[in-house]
């Protein structure tokens, strides 16, 4: 069966430190990959798509960016944190060709100080 | 994507039925019903999803209605642990989910 794996769970980083989320997904090849951020008391923004290896779309103008060095890993970064940029980050995947069902990950909850 | 339109929030009474509306009236034709939903603190969840005809499937049902201009979401017999956020998202199958602010649901005992 398939996994979706984000790490750390929960992050407090200082406004202008690095910022580095991992998101692996187990039990699948090629899927398309996904990082979702929800503000406090807001709905979930879609940040970044990737739909294959080193493919990246940018959803949003932002502070972040985001990587996909091997097929079912991808990680969100940042040079400078902002404090805007606290929130609660997801990972997400959907098996390409399925588009009907999209999983999400546990998610991490970065607050920046 | 067309744009749907939720109530804020509901409650629900535990056993009862929850009805859930959403309004989707510029919907397209190859454009999909989908309901998800987020239990505090998780990541959202996919319930179940339709294009015309009412679909059932053992977390829901959904009633879809001729027009297809709105639906909605039925869950039979609401437990406390479906107090969640659903969102009703309104797509064509290869595009991306956008999610709205969705229906706060609080079943109650």
């Known amino acids: 069966s398939q996994t979706i794996h984000q790490w750390p769970a929960t992050l407090v980083q200082p406004v202008g430190s690095p910022l580095s989320l991992e998101c692996t997904v187990e039990g699948t090849s090629n899927p398309n990959l996904y990082w979702y951020r929800q503000a406090a008391g807001r709905g979930l923004q879609l940040l970044f798509y990737?739909?294959?290896?080193?493919?990246i779309s940018s959803e949003v103008p932002q502070n972040l960016s985001a990587s996909r060095p091997q097929d079912r890993q991808f990680i969100l970064s940042s040079k400078k944190l902002l404090l805007s940029d606290s929130g609660f980050y997801l990972c997400a995947w959907l098996l390409a060709g399925n588009y009907n069902e999209q999983f999400f990950g546990p998610g991490t909850r970065l607050t920046v100080l | 994507d067309a744009k749907t339109t939720q109530p804020p929030s509901m409650d629900c009474a535990e056993g009862r039925a929850a009805n859930l509306p959403c309004n989707h009236s510029t919907i397209s034709g190859n454009e999909y019903v989908y309901w998800y939903r987020q239990i505090h603190s998780q990541g959202p969840q996919y319930i179940i999803h339709g294009l015309k005809n009412n679909e059932t499937n053992e977390m829901a049902s959904l009633i879809i209605t001729e027009d297809r201009k709105s639906s909605t979401l039925i869950l039979p017999h609401a437990t406390l642990r479906d107090t969640a956020v659903y969102y009703c998202?309104?797509?064509?199958?290869?595009?991306?989910?956008?999610f709205g602010k969705g229906t706060k649901l609080t079943v109650n005992p």
């Open positions: 990737s739909v294959g290896i080193g493919q």
């Open positions: 998202i309104v797509r064509v199958r290869l595009k991306k989910l956008v």
